[in-house]
């Protein structure tokens, strides 16, 4: 069984640009998160979609932003780039039962802002 | 708002050398508690759930306990392979998201 998909693997972008990365999740899974990782700050939430309506939402401006579509695969969106936007942005998959329920990460893109 | 304090942030051990890591946590209302194991390079791979005060999980070397406020993570005899950075996180009732510690980073010498 194929695990979750990130791409690109790396990202070098200049601030004041967008950017958009992409996610596949396990096959069968409908719960799609996001999350930040940077050295300072660890793993944070930005936003869970289900079912391609957004369930909850991290503390992040709303130059961040996602979706996700009817086959379950989910984008998520960064505008207006700042250099603190530079982390690892990573993609957890779920059945999305929600309680205590484990999540699959794949390997995350790298944003680098220049 | 929900925290996560994981000690130590590093910790260096024999080959053989057992020893736990700490989560303590602030929830109102746990949903569940996790383990993860984050090698370089990759996203974190799942380790355990634990979901009420008492319960206690295994795999390999690895076991997990959880009391009202902390869980902890016993490593038993470490061979160098289990060298990551070991992740905490919470579930809240009201949440579908997860709220992580900072991570304890394990270096395993041979």
């Known amino acids: 069984k194929a695990g979750v998909t990130q791409t690109p693997r790396y990202l070098i972008k200049t601030r004041g640009q967008q950017v958009t990365l992409s996610c596949s999740p396990i096959?069968?899974?409908?719960?799609v998160s996001w999350y930040q990782q940077t050295p300072g700050q660890g793993l944070q939430f930005l936003f869970e979609?289900?079912?391609?309506?957004?369930?909850n939402k991290g503390n992040f401006p709303g130059r961040f932003s996602g979706r996700q579509f009817s086959n379950s695969r989910s984008e998520m969106n960064v505008s207006t780039l700042e250099l603190g936007d530079s982390a690892l942005y990573l993609c957890a998959s779920s059945l999305g039962q929600g309680i205590g329920e484990k999540l699959f990460f794949g390997s995350g893109t790298q944003l680098s802002v220049l | 708002e929900d925290q996560v304090t994981q000690s130590p942030e590093a910790l260096r051990l024999q080959e053989g050398e057992s020893s736990s890591l700490n989560c303590s946590y602030t929830?109102?209302?746990?949903?569940?508690l996790f383990w993860y194991r984050q090698d370089p390079g990759k996203g974190p791979e799942f380790l355990f759930t634990?979901?009420?005060a008492g319960e206690e999980k295994e795999k390999e070397r690895l076991k997990a306990t959880l009391t009202k406020k902390e869980s902890f993570l016993h490593i038993t005899a470490p061979k160098p392979e289990d060298s990551a950075t070991y992740l905490c996180?919470?579930?809240?009732?009201?949440?579908?998201?997860?709220?992580f510690g900072a991570g304890t980073t394990v270096t395993v010498r041979a």
């Open positions: 979609y289900f079912s391609e309506t957004q369930r």
């Open positions: 929830v109102s209302g746990l949903r569940g």
């Open positions: 996180a919470v579930q809240a009732p009201s949440d579908y998201k997860l709220s």
């Open positions: 634990l979901y009420s």
């Open positions: 096959s069968g899974h409908r719960s």
